[in-house]
């Protein structure tokens, strides 16, 4: 997966079509910006690409105008790497199973779900 990031500053006198004009110039409706510094939901995007299992290579794109690249490239590297965790262990009880298991419980109407031991 690569990684690279873009902000949108979309006032009503700039557009999408301004990327004629040079990176950083304030007329442009967006610009590329180092990860973490734009609109890209982050966390989301690496939820999904847990949830599907992905396991493959992430590469940071950087660009950003407004930024030194020698400072700008480690900070979005650390900024992704926050993201970069293990998923869950796989519970020993489908989240199914767990759900029918707890809705069948005995209800106690003065007290709510009785507990197991106590049927």
Known sequence: MDCKEARKRLDGRNGRLGSHLPWGDPRRGWDFVSAGHGDVPWEDVF?????IGYAG????????AGMDRLTGAPKALSHLKRYDVDPPAAPSTP??????????RPVDDTRGPVAPDAR
């Open 47 to 51: 939820r999904m690409l847990r949830s």
């Open 57 to 64: 290579p992430v590469s940071v794109e950087w660009e950003d």
């Open 95 to 104: 989240p199914s199973e767990a759900i029918d298991n707890h809705l069948r």
